[in-house]
């Protein structure tokens, strides 16, 4: 909902979701050791219960300035209740039963000011932001483990208290310094805090952890843009320093990191022909792990299978080149190649009898790739577009003690299209389909997925009912396999991505009325590395 007066606008939104929903995941694996192979069927029901909440006000100042404060929340109540099944070719087996309770809250807060300085696009910005993000998973399990005509029954407690806080204040400022060149610049400070506390014990597996995880980002940028002998040309620096430090009580260790860094970005346009031009650029940027990929917690499957965190992973530096061909400042002919240290990689390690994923850094990983574009239009009835982007992943890294040397070339196909039918009808066709490829460790095969809508406006384009079918075919499932050293893994994981949703939207009010407007907020990138919940 949105309110307008002459110098307030107030809006809003909430939002409520009860979904039931599950994960599959099948594993077949041949250990090292002499209890020999091992096949596990997990089955994840859950059932959430989300809110969300958005509402914000916008109060116009003298001399065309803009104050604005924005608050959002989410809030998600899950209860899982899983079923392992676990088979090994001794004739040990294992059912395993979960019920985990998790328990999320996350706020965020933001003040904005904006000033118009002058009429030429003179602009100054600032904004400050606070968010809290708080998780408590609770989970009881039992393990039935048969051994020929053996039988006990281990019982285990995993509780796990995660809670991170985010705080970042910037300043924006942009010029037009003359005819066919602007400036901007900017600087930002941000910090973030993890908490968590990490109990599970019970049959032969514990682990006690209190973890500490502190991050400090200074960071500035300078950025010019502007024409010259035909060429519009975009150049910028990024200069940031970080300060981090990770404690962790289970592994007795502390690990502190300073460093400074510069990511130059340079992007060259020039028209060749008509509408028709070339565009060459180059960008070095940084990717921190999530939040959570540095929490120490424990996702525990049966005593065999477990997913870990990782306190002590780096964040990733790339170096990207691109070369384009484009229509009408569109791309429909790029080619691409990129090179990352320390690349952030979904790893597989095993410790006695048991295997166990979790996230590592692998020294270095290049890319070469080559997309085209083309659109998909037929007259004033139908529009869209279609493509596909092959790409060669090469994998290099000392990882377990020995050398990982993996490379694929793969290719995704994608296409989407809207034909406008009688009576007020469209219809949306979209689709995408990955070959074979890697990732990581992981050598995955190919899926893909067709998502199906249909959609008509009613009550003088007022209302709009919307019919979809996502995964027609059901075939968004993940197959791989991963072999390096005593790994041996073969796995199927999925779900449930076929859901057919109907839809009904009215617009009240004033249909004229002027939307809220449009701002990204400070703390977006920090956000983005807290993974939510699934729901």
């Given amino acids: 909902m949105t309110h307008r007066t002459k110098g307030l606008n107030l809006f809003g939104n909430y939002g409520y979701t009860l979904r039931k929903t599950y994960d599959q995941l099948t594993t077949e694996r041949q250990g090292a050791e002499a209890a020999g192979s091992y096949r596990q069927s997990s089955y994840q029901p859950r059932i959430a219960n989300v809110q969300t909440f958005r509402v914000g006000a916008d109060y116009s100042l003298p001399r065309r300035q803009t104050v604005g404060l924005l608050l959002n929340g989410y809030t998600n109540r899950t209860s899982v209740d899983g079923q392992n099944q676990t088979e090994a070719s001794s004739g040990t087996s294992v059912q395993t ?59 285990l407690q995993n509780d796990q208290l995660t809670d991170i806080s985010l705080r970042s204040g910037k300043v924006d400022y942009r010029r037009p310094v003359r005819a066919g060149l602007k400036v901007a610049m900017g600087a930002k400070a941000s910090q973030a805090t993890i908490g968590s506390v990490v109990a599970l014990s019970g049959g032969a597996v514990a682990r006690n952890d209190d973890f500490r995880y502190t991050e400090s980002i200074r960071a500035g940028y300078l950025q010019a843009e502007g024409k010259v002998a035909g060429v519009d040309w975009q150049g910028g620096l990024r200069g940031e320093w970080t300060n981090t430090a990770a404690v962790s009580r289970a592994d ?98 095993t410790e006695d009898s048991a295997v166990y994923s979790t ?118 499932k993940q197959r791989g396999t991963v072999r390096y050293q005593d790994l041996d893994v073969r796995f199927l994981s999925y779900g449930e991505s076929r859901q057919l949703r109907a839809s009904f939207s009215y617009r009240l009010g004033n249909a004229q009325m002027k939307a809220a407007r449009k701002r990204a907020t400070g703390i977006e990138e920090e956000r983005g590395r807290v993974k939510t919940d699934k729901e």
């Fill in 359 to 476: 996230t590592a850094n692998l020294d270095h990983l290049e890319r070469y790739s080559a997309t085209v574009n083309v659109p998909l239009n037929l007259g004033k009835r139908m529009t869209g577009y279609a493509g596909v982007n092959v790409f060669h992943n090469q994998y290099l890294s000392q990882y377990l003690g020995s050398t990982y040397r993996n490379g694929r070339t793969a290719a995704t196909f994608y296409a989407q299209s809207n034909t406008k039918l009688p009576h007020g009808f469209t219809f949306e066709v979209s689709g995408y389909y990955q070959t074979a490829g890697v990732n990581g460790l992981i050598n995955f095969q190919g899926f893909g997925a067709l998502n199906l809508g249909l959609q008509k406006t009613l009550l003088n384009e007022r209302a709009t009912f919307r019919l979809s079918l996502n995964d027609a075919l059901f075939s968004a």
């Fill in 97 to 155: 039963t979960n019920n985990a309770r998790r328990l999320t809250d996350s706020y965020a807060a933001n003040i904005n000011y904006k000033a118009l300085l002058d009429t030429l696009g003179q602009e100054l910005t600032a904004d400050v932001d606070y968010s809290r993000y708080q998780s408590d998973s609770y989970g009881r399990l039992v393990n039935e483990v048969a051994a020929g005509s053996l039988r006990r029954t281990e019982q």
């Fill in 252 to 349: 007795g260790r502390t690990v502190a990191r300073s460093y400074g860094q510069l990511f130059p970005s340079l992007s060259l346009d020039r028209v060749v022909y008509k509408a028709v031009g070339l565009n060459l650029a180059y960008s070095r940027r940084i990717d921190r792990p999530s939040y959570q990929d540095l929490n120490p917690s424990i996702v525990y499957l049966d005593p065999y299978t477990s997913q870990r965190g990782n306190p002590f992973l780096k964040p990733q530096f790339t170096n990207d080149y691109k070369l384009a061909l484009t229509y009408q400042k569109q791309p429909f002919l790029m080619l691409g190649y990129s090179r990352t240290q320390d690349a952030i990689s979904l790893v597989t390690a």
